[in-house]
């Protein structure tokens, strides 16, 4: 079955990318690897009369590490960022999501920009991206502007991002020295599909005293987007990361899931499932050494 | 083959039209469609030359503009895994890229594997295809892995091969042909060292 027509736009720079979609009047989708919109477009969720895509803007798949900041270009890959070198020594936890999206084959076209409009509430990447602060770099007709992806993120399948907006890139910090993370996701029926729960870690354990300076636990299909588990993230910090302090962090982010019941699970099984990969994720951490 | 192609290009381009009003869709009115987007891509090693209407996927120029139906037309969706083909050497569905996305790339579908193919052939002989619909996209997905890791375990096996769906063979044999086809192509470096 063919893609109902529409005309398509590629332009050669963010500027003409903003100026395509405020002409259209909000009748244009954007499009980066497809992965997303072109299904949305078979099935007639979005019907546009324009597409506008992002593959002819240069450097917009750019990976690159500056004075420690990491920048993703939009147009990056799963695949590529799940390769590069750069994000494997300096982020490993973003390299371990970006590779365990879905499938090889759809990884080589999903983008890291597609993922974050797209705002699917099981999305992988998202609960690292949450962990390591990243920064979203949005641009549009109306100029650039930035927002910490937990504010990009708004809702279900919903983020900031105005009619004729794009993300342009996205920007992440060093990750503190000696930090360890890892993201585990749980899929009940086969690897490919999306995750009934995905969870994100990153600890600083104080090598002196045991103790936890500093952690972040993010947690993905168990919101409307993805979400920091804060309360948890406060029962272990300045804690041995033991199993006492680690079972009551779980229960604590269990209870913080705010998740959507589907054919998948319900919302008590996912809250279960909340409470099993945060302490199973802990664990390892606490066994593992010190890397980022 | 580039002026097969070529003819088989003018061939359908004529029929495109007469195709499209025929799939325009429910409450859509005909439409025509310009022709608009001009790819140059080379396919299986040929450079080829042709053109599309926007919306059209890869999987649209392959089946329909050029007539290489060894890529299946399977979900729509990028579930199935019938119609993967390879860009720039990594496995992609053509179903869900765009023609445009494509342009002056690369692109490998089934008919570049020539019948002695180490995958072609194990897939052929260990009896890892039935109906033979996912093949196709079976032998690319696996030629991506092997590409990437030429000694793979079971279970990097079943991890690429994951988003490629078989409704007949129970995947066993699948498994056991790209297996076994990784060690023939061991073999067949080997030899050439």
Redesign the interface.
Known sequence: MRLRPFELIEPESLAAVGAALAATDGDARVVAGGTALVPMLRLGVVRPGRVVSLHRVPALAEIAANNGELRLGAMATMAAIHRSAVVRDGWPLLAEAAGSVATPAIRSTATIGGNLAYAEPASDPAPALCCLEATVDIAGAAGSRSLPVARFLTGFYETALEPAEVVAAVRIPAVPAGARGGYVKFCPRSLEDKPLIGVAALVTIDDRTGRCRDARIALGAAAPTAIRAARAEAIVRDQALDERAIRAAAEAAAAEADPLADLMGSRDYRRRMVAVWVRRLLTSLAHREGRP | MWPILRAIATHRACRVRAV?LR???DD?AP?E?AM??ALDLTINGQRCRTQA?????VL?VLRDGLALTGTKDGC???VC?AC?VL?DG????A????A??AAGRSLITIEGLSESDPLVDTFARLGAAQCGFCTPGMIL?AR??LAENPAPSVHDV???L??NLCRCTGYVKIVEAVLTAARSYACASALSN
Do not use: K, M, N
């Open positions: 499209l799939s325009a869709g859509a439409i469609f608009t987007i209407p926007d919306h059209w996927t649209d729509g969706e990028g895994g993967t860009l990594l496995p992609v569905r179903c869900l890229v765009l445009a996305y997905s991506a892995l079943r991890e690429a994951a988003g």
